[in-house]
């Protein structure tokens, strides 16, 4: 997931992006992304943070509920449909008596 959530931050606006090593948990064990935004006021620049923000919330929100997390899954119902462009596959639960 960083590295898909740095290259949709890079293509959306974002100042500049990083790719690295997790760190604190666990050298090469994991991969971070990070992400800088110039906020200038100018108009430019809230299209971008608009645009950027709105995918980079959204992928956490969508991982978390791919999770099963049922506030995750609740919240990215109500974005798809305050953003009709946003699509996101929903998980499927099983049943406790299944697994």
């Keep these: 997931m960083a590295v ?8 959306r606006g974002a100042t500049w992006v990083a ?5 604190g948990v666990g050298w090469g064990e994991v991969i971070n992304g990070g992400f800088g935004l110039l906020l200038d ?5 809230e299209r971008r943070a608009k645009s950027m923000l709105n995918w980079d919330v959204n992928n956490g929100i969508s ?3 791919w999770a099963g997390n049922k506030f995750a899954i609740e919240t990215i119902k109500r974005a798809m449909v305050s953003e009709p ?3 996101v596959t929903l998980p499927n ?4 008596d299944i697994i």
Aim: proline share 4%; net charge neutral.
């Design 4 to 11: 898909q959530n740095c290259i949709g931050d890079s293509f």
């Design 19 to 23: 790719l690295h090593n997790g760190g």
């Design 41 to 45: 006021g100018s108009e430019d620049a």
């Design 63 to 65: 991982r978390r509920s």
């Design 85 to 87: 462009k946003l699509v």
């Design 93 to 96: 639960p099983v049943a406790a």
